[in-house]
């Protein structure tokens, strides 16, 4: 039987911490971060842990 493989989009957006969860990065810090306020850019920073229905699916999708 062959070997699965992982999904490459999916492996490049999508990280899994040491505790297990799945975690991506946040929307809204790609463009347009003169208009924005700084309050909300920085609260758009950083990782953000994946919803509960999503993990089954990407887990499959990484090969978990």
């Not at 040491?18 to 920073?45: C, F």
Request: aromatic share 0%; net charge positive; glycine share 10%.
């Amino acid at each position: 039987m062959p070997k699965q493989k992982t999904h490459s989009g999916t492996k490049k957006r999508i990280r899994v911490t040491g505790t297990g969860k799945i975690v991506h990065a946040g929307s809204a810090k790609r463009h347009n971060l003169e208009n924005k306020p700084t309050r909300r850019t920085r609260r758009s920073d950083g990782m953000h842990v994946l919803a509960k229905a999503d993990v089954p699916r990407v887990k499959r999708m990484l090969g978990i």
